[in-house]
């Protein structure tokens, strides 16, 4: 049996009625010794998506499935890639769809730069938008503020695992790729952006990251509370400021002497 470069992991909680949409965007990459197809029920509950998930584990056993209990977002994901025999790794959101340029782009490009550990490129909204969602490189200081990388990406196995995969213990799902791009940006990961539409996003009511927005500075203090990220904290607040001051340049003050004692305490 061939070993495939790439293992598209596919994570899907009662999202049947687009899983076959999902699946069938990855199949239109013709090069089909290139990769593999792992599919992860995390417990469904509705009908029409088990239904969905029988017939693909009897019709097409070109698919890995895994079923599994209703374990969160990171569990799925990470016992997806557990399972994957690929160097390299997309994950996606089984209510999305993937472009055959970024199997190809991300294959190329991770197979030729030994340097590189994760592609990112651009998404065309669909559903209840329909605009390009426009990615850009990576750049540390932004990514701290916001993320704009969205988990559909490239990177390879190995610097998932060196990493320890992503964090099953966040308090809320939603923000587990802003976490994993923050610790890979820490340890000196490097990112490499292309500037092409990679990955359909379909945009609806009640999505989980809207959901997560909501609840933002939960996530964020458990983000920067670790060990890692931990320094990063104060080094956020104050481009904050600097961001603040920017737009108000008539900022009082007594903000100005924070801004100033935070730079002083960052050495920068």
Same mark, same amino acid.
């Given at each position: 049996m061939h070993k495939p470069f790439l293992s598209i992991i596919?994570? &899907?909680?009662?999202?049947? #009625?687009?899983?076959?949409? *999902?699946?069938?965007?990855v199949q239109e990459y &013709?090069?089909?010794?290139?990769? #593999?197809?792992?599919?992860?029920?995390?417990?469904?509950?509705?009908? %029409?998506?088990n239904q969905i998930i029988e017939l693909i584990s009897k019709n097409d056993l070109s698919i890995t499935l895994i079923?599994?209990?209703?374990?969160?977002?990171a569990k799925a994901r990470n016992n997806g890639i557990k399972e994957s025999k690929g160097e390299f790794i997309i994950i996606l959101d089984a209510d999305n769809k993937l472009r055959p340029i970024f199997l190809e782009k991300t294959i190329e490009i991770l197979k030729n730069n030994q340097a590189i550990d994760v592609v990112h490129g651009n998404a065309q909204n669909f559903g209840n938008k329909n605009t390009v969602w426009q990615s850009k490189p990576f750049d540390f200081k932004e990514m701290l %503020?916001?993320?704009?990388?969205? *988990? &559909? *990406? $490239?990177? +390879?196995?190995?610097?998932? #695992?060196?990493? $320890?995969?992503?964090? #099953?213990?966040?308090?809320?799902?939603?923000?587990?790729?802003?976490?994993?791009? %923050? +610790?890979?940006?820490n340890? $000196?990961?490097?990112?490499?952006?292309?500037?092409?539409?990679?990955?359909?996003?379909?945009?609806?009511d009640h999505s989980m990251l809207s959901d997560a927005w909501k609840k933002r500075d939960v996530l964020l203090n458990y983000i920067f509370s670790k060990?890692?990220?931990?320094?990063?904290?104060?080094? +956020?607040? &104050? %481009?904050?400021e600097n961001k603040k001051l920017k737009e108000e340049p008539s900022m009082n003050r007594i903000t100005k002497i924070i801004l100033k004692k935070l730079k002083r305490k960052l050495n920068f």
């Open positions: 596919i994570t &899907c909680y009662n999202l049947g #009625e687009f899983l076959q949409e *999902a699946i069938e965007s &013709c090069n089909i010794q290139e990769y #593999e197809i792992i599919v992860v029920n995390d417990g469904s509950t509705d009908a %029409l998506t079923n599994q209990p209703n374990l969160g977002l %503020l916001n993320n704009y990388i969205d *988990a &559909c *990406a $490239g990177f +390879r196995k190995s610097t998932w #695992e060196k990493l $320890g995969g992503y964090d #099953e213990n966040m308090p809320l799902m939603g923000f587990e790729d802003w976490d994993l791009w %923050l +610790r890979m940006g340890s $000196g990961c490097q990112f490499k952006y292309v500037d092409e539409i990679f990955f359909d996003y379909r945009v609806r060990k890692e990220l931990k320094h990063l904290y104060y080094f +956020r607040e &104050c %481009l904050i």
